[in-house]
C-alpha cells in the first residue's frame, strides 16, 4: 500500500516491477503473484533489468546501497554489492557483454561496471562533479556514453576516458541538477542525442562536434529522454509535446495542450505521451 511503482518489463510471461521497497513478479495474463521480496531498509527500488536468465535491480538509500542480482523463478539472491549514491532516486542498470552499467556516486558522477554473474566491479570512473540523478549511460560499439553536465565517452572493458567535454562547452545552466534524459545514440545520423534541463542536441559520433541543438526558451523545459524511431524524435516538456527531426533538430510538430512528464515511448507508428496528471 502507498508504494509508488516504477517501470514493468516483461520477460516470457512474467511481470517484472518493483515499487518503493519491493519487487514483484506476476504473470501477465491472470495477475498471480510468482513471488515478492521487501527491502526493509529501502527508500526506493530502481527499475528492474533482465539478462543472462537473472533480474538485476538497484536498492537506494543514502546510507547503505547495493546492486543485486536474483533468479528469475524463485527471486533468490545470487550476488549483492554495495555502491554509492547521493539520491535514492533510480533509473535501471543496465548489462551488456557480461557487464551491468550504472552511474553512482555522492554529489559526483560516477559510472560503474560490475560483473553481471559475481557482482565484482570491473572499473569506476568519475566523469563530473555534479549531480547524476535520474539518466543512464547508453552502450554502443564498445563503449559506455555519460553525460551530467560534462560528456564523457569510456572504453566498456577497462572504464579509461576515451573523450571528454566540460560542461561549459554543452549548453550547460546549473539547477539543483541538470541531467534528466538518458543519451540516445541514432545510429542513421552517427549521432548521439543529449539532453539536459535547458536544451537538447545532437554531438557527431566520431568529431563530437555539435551538429543541432534547440532550447528550452524555444520549447519549454526538458524533462524526458527522446523516443526515436527512424529519423523522428518525440519528447515532452513543460510547455508541449513535440517532434524533432533528428538529422536537424527542426520541429516537425508540436501540441501546447499537453506536456510529458516521463520517456514517451513509440510502436506501431503511434506514440504515447504520459505526465503526471
Known amino acids: ?18 515499487s518503493d521497497n519491493r519487487i514483484w513478479a506476476r504473470d501477465i495474463e491472470t495477475s498471480q503473484v510468482y513471488w515478492m521480496n521487501t527491502y526493509i531498509n529501502s527508500k526506493e527500488l530502481s527499475s528492474p533489468c533482465y539478462a543472462y536468465g537473472n533480474v538485476y535491480v538497484q536498492i537506494g538509500d543514502h546510507s547503505s546501497s547495493k546492486l ?8 533468490l539472491t545470487l550476488w549483492s554489492t554495495g555502491y554509492s549514491v547521493q539520491w535514492p532516486d533510480l533509473t535501471a542498470p543496465i548489462v551488456s557483454d557480461s557487464n551491468v552499467i550504472i552511474v553512482e556516486g555522492y554529489y559526483s558522477t ?14 569506476s570512473t568519475d566523469i563530473s562533479s555534479n549531480n547524476f540523478d535520474q ?6 560499439d564498445g563503449k559506455v556514453y555519460g553525460f551530467s553536465d560534462n560528456f564523457g565517452v569510456l572504453d566498456i572493458g577497462t572504464g579509461s576516458i576515451l ?16 541531467v534528466e534524459g538518458n543519451p540516445v545514440i541514432d545510429t542513421l545520423n552517427n549521432q548521439i542525442i543529449l539532453t539536459n534541463r535547458y536544451a537538447m542536441f545532437a554531438l557527431d559520433l566520431d568529431s563530437y562536434s555539435v551538429n543541432w541543438s534547440i532550447s528550452s526558451q524555444d520549447y519549454g523545459l526538458f524533462k524526458n529522454t527522446p523516443a526515436l524511431s527512424g529519423n523522428s524524435l518525440y519528447i515532452g516538456t513543460t510547455a508541449r509535446i513535440m517532434e ?18 516521463f520517456d514517451p515511448v513509440v510502436s506501431d507508428s503511434v506514440v504515447v505521451f504520459s505526465s503526471n496528471d
Open 135 to 140: 539518466w543512464n549511460p547508453a552502450i554502443y
Open 110 to 123: 560516477t559510472i560503474s561496471s560490475y560483473d553481471a554473474f559475481s557482482g565484482n566491479n570491473n572499473w
Open 244 to 261: 524533432i527531426s533528428a538529422s536537424d533538430g527542426q520541429l516537425n510538430w508540436s501540441n501546447t495542450k499537453h506536456t510529458a512528464t
Open 68 to 75: 543485486v542480482c536474483l533468479t528469475l523463478d524463485s527471486a
Open 1 to 18: 500500500p502507498n508504494d509508488g511503482l516504477g517501470r514493468a518489463i516483461v520477460v516470457g510471461d512474467t511481470l517484472i516491477y518493483t
Open 163 to 178: 573523450k571528454s567535454i566540460g560542461k561549459d562547452s554543452l549548453f550547460y545552466s546549473w539547477a539543483g541538477w541538470s
